[in-house]
């Protein structure tokens, strides 16, 4: 019987390539081990199968940044919503063309987090770039919400809703207000703060029932069902 070793060590061995080469290939998701990828250098082989896969390729993954419809009821904990992201809670027809790797759930952070008791849609990354624009721009990036309300508005609410408002002592910036139905309305604003939303709601007679975030700058959440995840596309910018 083979004394086990770690892959790394067995694929620079059967390929022949450097010890640092076969990481890159097991890391990206390239290795089989009896049918199965194996994406853990470490991982200890005897006598299986193992094999690369034919587009197998040296480049080192990109870090990527991930869309999450979060649900209402996992509040304002990153953790409890970065349980929501796994291999199998990945959107069906996720058009990204991203290979699914286990690095890309390593070293996720959250920038611009939700309402509280909000649902919708969550950026978590581990591109420094993305993360440094989220954090700059944190103030100036327009996020669109759509608030389920009820109660009657006060006479010229909308406008005040829109521009006239103060929070926490301060005027809040215009934005832009709307209905979209008899219950709902559209807010465009910059610079939410938590608790926000239902003090303008309540500040012109109504009641917030529900709110879900559809919106960052140009980033779309687009029809991703609760409690499911993409990858941002390689093309868009926030």
């Known amino acids: ?29 390239w290795v089989m081990v009896d049918g199965l990828a194996v994406e853990e250098p470490q991982f200890m082989v005897s006598e299986q199968k193992i094999e690369l896969h034919p ?19 996992t ?15 990945r959107v069906a027809n996720d058009p990204s063309g991203i290979r699914i790797l286990k690095q890309h759930f390593l070293r996720l952070t959250q920038h ?14 581990q591109d420094w ?8 721009d944190a103030a100036t990036l327009e996020q669109e919400y759509i608030v389920e309300v009820a ?16 929070y926490n002592g301060r005027a809040l910036p215009p934005g832009k207000v709307s209905w979209q139905n008899e219950t709902r309305l559209r807010f465009a604003l910059k610079g939410v703060q938590p608790g926000q939303l239902a003090h303008m709601c309540k500040s012109v ?34």
């Open 129 to 136: 770039r993305t993360a440094r624009k989220l954090s700059d």
């Open 55 to 73: 587009e197998a390729n040296l480049t080192a993954a990109e870090p990527v940044t991930i869309l999450l419809h979060q649900p209402a009821d």
């Open 75 to 89: 509040g304002v904990n990153p953790s409890a919503a970065l349980q929501l992201i796994r291999a199998e809670t």
């Open 151 to 166: 109660g009657e508005l006060t006479p010229g609410g909308l406008k005040l809703l829109g521009h006239g408002l103060a």
């Open 1 to 29: 019987m083979t004394t086990p070793v770690r892959l790394a060590k067995r694929l620079a061995e059967i390929l022949p390539c450097s010890r640092r080469e076969a990481e890159l290939y097991i890391a990206g998701g």
């Open 112 to 125: 611009i987090p939700l309402e509280r008791n909000a649902s919708g849609m969550a950026i978590f990354t």
């Open 205 to 238: 007679g109504l009641e917030v029932l529900a709110m879900k975030r559809i919106r960052i700058g140009r980033v779309s959440m687009g029809k991703l069902p609760p409690g499911q995840w993409g990858y941002l596309m390689p093309q868009e910018r926030f």
